[in-house]
């Protein structure tokens, strides 16, 4: 026998219980389970810090994209401030005649705008909100009246003396924002308003070096977009999610495009406002990238070398399996020819009988046939007596087959059994003459459920033979019994051999399945019988249970799987 591979070429050692294919389903198995005892863990420890990376991350990015919203918050916040008081030193300049002329607010955008390029125009409303003095690009604006607009209504009926609006379209039908102050003038309430470009707000928050690798947004508290990056939506669109205002500092999850995003978002102070921040497409985008690459590179490496190892290991150990197959195979073929050697006495009385018979059967016809002796004999007596010849060679030839049948080395030939049948193989087979001679009665309580069952029958009656023979050396020379029982439960099925001999001490039983130990005289055994018988039903799946009482017998329970 041979297995063939694609590395190696192993040639199986005589004397082996299995054949080939035993052997490549065992490296099989033995490659499959050392992947999952020793790989399994591998990949479960690659995983488990690839999670743990992820969460790590995912939190980072989360603190990360928290600290730019605050930043970019406060920025804004600041921002407005300055411009609130840019407006107000303005307004509160005692050179500024009141009502003021459009000259002169033109000097006064003039100035605001050295502070900031975000100031778009300047204008002056009197107390029943029409503008009558402006300054910018916008001079149709001039003498138009705001009364109803809601900003205007906000700074004159409100505890109030500065409005930041929300970015709105207006008169001008473009997106900007007011910031409005007013003044008590000659007792009637007067408001100076400011408008500024919020697409430059946004290029301003844009170049700050914390907001490189983030897309910022601004939306009030009704959900408008305020500002926002052109790959997420257009100003004064409604938001899909609005971010609470407690905690004014957070993390949320919203809807985009049909995914989830997390965006940082921080409220601002100085205006219903809040900065949502989120990761830019692109940025940490792909899986296998940073760590995580080299998490995956090195897992991967580890598991290579891992299979190169265990795929070596998995062959060693089914040679070392060969091996030892191949050494217990021997031994029980030893132990088969122990036996044989035992059941000798028994065996040469079974065929002395019909060799006997067919001896005189000749001599008779050969008498009947000398011509000295004046008999005649017929044809069909001639034929009687060849039959009678033929049916005692045929008894010789089936006590040698079944000597041949035990003795001879096969193969593990698993297949469907009755246990009775085999158990009568055994004690009336091969051992029923040697009993009936030395005066050993067999009780038989066999189980009337189904004793069937999957398993090597040669090796079990190579089994029931070791402990039978042993139960008949341990009665010895005067009368006994010899009881075999069988039952049967949901899982097994148990074989029962009890006998009435001398029985074995404590110390005996520890040792019996030692090899080469036995309690019989020098010459009568060898040591290996139970040994052997151990380790072709450990292989069967069973066990072997012994209890002993000296003086009173033992009992040899032969434990097997039903499936």
């Known amino acids: 026998m041979q297995i063939f591979s694609r590395r190696k070429t192993v040639v199986l050692p005589d004397y082996l219980p299995f054949n080939e294919q035993h052997y490549r389903d065992l490296r099989r198995r033995t490659t499959v389970r050392l992947l ?13 810090f690839l999670f743990q990376y992820d969460s790590i991350v995912s939190e980072s990015n989360k603190l990360h994209l928290r600290a730019i919203a605050e930043s970019q918050s406060r920025t804004l916040d600041l921002f407005l401030s300055e411009r609130l008081v840019n407006l107000t030193n303005v307004v509160d300049d005692p050179r500024m005649a009141l009502p003021p002329t459009s000259a002169t607010l033109e000097i006064s955008l003039h100035k605001l705008r050295q502070y900031s390029e975000t100031f778009v125009d300047l204008g002056f409303f009197d107390s029943s909100g029409v503008q009558t003095a402006y300054a910018g690009p916008y001079p149709s604006l001039e ?32 997106p900007h924002f007011t910031i409005a102050v007013s003044r008590e003038v000659d007792g009637q309430v007067v408001a100076f308003r400011a408008t500024l470009d919020p697409q430059r707000i946004y290029e301003y928050i ?16 009704d959900g408008q977009y305020q500002l926002v990056a052109p790959r997420i939506g257009e100003p004064l669109e409604r938001a899909v999610s609005v971010p609470p205002t407690d905690p004014a500092l957070g993390f949320m999850n919203a809807r985009q495009d049909g995914h989830s995003v997390g965006q940082a978002y921080a409220w601002l102070h100085t205006a219903d406002w809040a900065v949502l921040v989120q990761q830019a497409p692109g940025v940490d985008d792909g899986f296998l990238t940073g760590y995580r690459l080299q998490i995956v590179a090195f897992g991967a490496i580890m598991i290579l070398v891992g299979f190169v190892v265990i795929v070596y290991r998995a062959r060693q150990q089914v040679e070392l399996q060969i091996e030892t197959d191949r050494t217990r195979a021997q031994l029980e073929h030893a132990a088969k020819l122990a036996s044989v050697g035992e059941l000798a006495a028994g065996i040469a009385h079974e065929i002395n009988n019909p060799l006997a018979s067919i001896n005189e059967e000749a001599g008779l016809m050969l008498d009947l046939m ?19 010849i033929q049916q005692l060679v045929f008894r010789c030839r089936d006590i040698t087959h079944k000597l041949l049948g035990f003795v001879r080395k096969t193969e593990m030939d698993l297949q469907h059994h009755d246990i009775h049948s085999v158990i009568n193989s055994v004690v009336v087979g091969l051992l029923g003459p040697e009993m009936a001679v030395s005066e050993i009665t067999v009780d038989r309580r066999y189980t009337d459920e189904g004793a069937v069952i999957l398993t090597d029958a040669n090796q079990l009656q190579q089994v029931l033979l070791n402990i039978v023979n042993n139960g008949i050396d341990a009665i010895g020379e005067t009368a006994g019994t010899i009881r075999i029982e069988t039952r049967v439960d949901n899982r097994h099925l148990r074989i029962a051999i009890s006998d009435t001999g001398r029985g074995m001490s404590p110390d005996q039983l520890d040792k019996i399945f030692v090899p080469f130990y036995t309690t019989k005289e020098v010459g009568k055994g060898t040591g290996l019988g139970l040994s052997v018988s151990y380790g072709i039903i450990k292989n069967l799946g069973g066990e072997i249970e012994v209890e002993s009482t000296p003086g009173q017998g033992s009992t040899f329970t032969v434990v097997l799987p039903r499936r």
């Not at 700050?208 to 897309?215: S, T």
């Open 143 to 174: 003498m138009r009246s705001y009364h109803s607009e809601s900003w205007y209504q906000t700074l004159r009926h409100r505890d109030t003396t500065f409005v930041i609006t929300d970015i709105y379209l207006g008169f001008r039908q473009r």
């Open 206 to 221: 844009r170049s700050l070096g914390d907001g490189q690798d983030v897309l910022t947004s601004i939306i009030n508290r």
């Open 36 to 48: 999952l005892l020793y790989l399994g863990p591998v990949v479960l420890l690659a995983a488990y």
């Open 370 to 388: 000398n011509d000295q002796y004046g008999q005649r004999i017929s044809d069909e007596e001639v034929r009687d007596h060849l039959r009678s």
